[in-house]
């Protein structure tokens, strides 16, 4: 296998490991360590929790189901396009009964309920401000190995359906881009960080202007506070308390960075911070482990974990390993 295979598949599998393994976290630190101590597995989510309550454990949800079925349409159309893209996440919706499913981002939902109701897709995400953007937008990254210029573009145009507003941009920009550069043979956490931030100030250019704290300055403080001396457990509080785990996409992408640099690039680590750092931990873990597992590949990921991902029904049906295999063939394509 190739490096950039293994480094392609590192990327879906890190977003499918962050994404699960967060899931069953509580939406405050104190909450979950009393619950669990500190989760060091794939674990079910809770009975009394407000979103996932019920699922079982290695379950992922909406963050790589969204992901990985943006990563289908796109493979299906043969380039990136608005209307894949809303092709991709109403299909979604539907699949899994948008209406009334819990674990639905507020973007989405209204996003996608204007684009059922024959909004022009220009106009569906004009206030979509939240972290759904970014959560799903590791497959585009993935689509453009070492180009973090081409990853960029087409990141905004993955957001414009549900999420078209400058900070919504702004924070997927910013995540394709460290992704495509991650991919990249010499990669390193530095490089990665500076082209999140490149894309974070390409991406506040595009979409509507709104509202929201610089996702630039975001990724500065939470990679400031990542590489302090201070035990794990006091700089996970400080991001949660300082950079925050909310919906806020200028929280999200701004602390997936942080997870990422405090776990030094590996998958499995940044999963276990972004799990015990709690608020929406799977969006911040399967944001930061797609990064990770583009910057280690798939190499770096125990065989245990993997037979997890695998052996989950609904992880099946996005066929993880048949995924990647499209998106080499699509990076070979579209080289020539």
């Known amino acids: 296998m190739n490096e950039l295979k293994q480094k392609i598949l ?23 360590w009393k619950h669990y101590g500190w989760i060091t597995e794939f674990l079910p989510g809770p009975a009394d929790h407000e979103v996932h309550a019920g699922l079982p454990a290695g379950r992922i949800t909406d963050d790589s189901e969204q992901a990985f079925s943006l990563a289908r349409a796109y493979l299906k159309h043969g380039s990136v396009s608005i209307e894949a893209t809303v092709e991709a996440i109403v299909a ?27 909004a022009d897709p220009h106009k569906a995400g004009a206030r979509g401000d939240t972290n759904g953007a970014a959560m799903r937008v590791s497959v585009i990254g993935a689509l453009h190995p ?21 900070v919504a941009m702004s924070g997927a920009c910013a995540i394709a881009a460290a992704i495509a550069v991650a991919l990249r043979p010499d990669a390193t956490l530095d490089a990665m960080v500076a ?5 974070a100030e390409l991406g506040r250019k595009k979409g509507n202007y709104w509202l929201g704290a610089s996702i630039t300055r975001k990724i500065e ?41 405090m776990a030094d690039g590996d998958p499995k680590q940044a999963a276990t911070y972004a799990a015990n750092l709690s608020g929406d931990a799977d969006t911040v873990g399967a944001i930061a482990c797609a990064m990770a597992g583009a910057y280690k590949g798939i190499g770096a990921f125990e065989q245990h974990i993997l037979d997890v991902l695998d052996a989950d029904p609904i992880n099946k049906t996005y066929d993880i390993r048949g995924l990647a295999d499209g998106i080499e063939q699509y990076v070979a394509q579209h080289a020539k």
Request: charged residues 15%; glycine residues 14%.
């Open 92 to 118: 979604w919706y539907d699949r899994t009964g948008g209406d009334t499913s819990p674990y639905v981002g507020p973007s989405t939902r209204r996003g996608v309920q204007a684009l059922k109701a024959g």
């Open 221 to 261: 403080q939470a990679v400031q506070i990542a590489r302090k001396g201070t035990d794990p457990l006091a700089r996970l509080w400080e991001l949660y308390e300082v950079v925050g785990s909310s919906l806020a996409i200028t929280e999200t992408v701004g602390t997936a960075f942080g997870v990422l640099i």
């Open 10 to 32: 590192g990327c879906l599998y890190g977003q499918a490991l962050g994404d699960a393994w967060g899931m069953p976290a509580y939406f405050h630190p104190e909450q979950t």
């Open 195 to 199: 082209a999140g931030m490149l894309g």
């Open 146 to 166: 070492g180009d973090p210029m081409g990853a960029i573009e087409d990141a905004a145009i993955s957001c414009i359906p549900t999420h078209n507003t400058s």
